[in-house]
């Protein structure tokens, strides 16, 4: 057991009993955001594996401006 463990352990050990329930509640919300922590991660990298599957599918003359602008005139015209 690490140092840090050691120190938690001797910690809980000098508490009353009334306080365990709320080292426990906060022990479950740790072990959970953890949990959460991991999901998380694999989404993302889920997610960034998905986008570099599109990476180089544009062609090489493509202006992302003229096209933006394009897209600004088709959808609003000449508002203003």
């Known amino acids: ?3 840090i ?3 938690a352990v001797e910690m809980i050990q000098r508490m009353p009993d009334d306080n365990m329930f709320y080292v ?3 022990l479950q919300n740790l072990e959970e955001m953890t949990a ?6 694999e989404q993302a990298m889920k997610a960034f594996q998905d ?5 180089g599918r544009l062609p090489e003359d493509f202006d992302a401006d003229k096209e933006l602008a394009a897209a600004r005139e088709e959808k609003y015209g000449n508002i203003g």
């Not at 959460?36 to 991660?41: A, E, L, Q, V």
């Not at 986008?51 to 990476?55: C, E, G, P, T």
């Open 5 to 7: 463990k050691e120190k």
């Open 1 to 3: 057991m690490t140092r």
């Open 24 to 26: 426990i509640n906060i």
């Open 51 to 55: 986008l570099l599957k599109f990476s």
């Open 36 to 41: 959460n922590k991991d999901t998380d991660r």
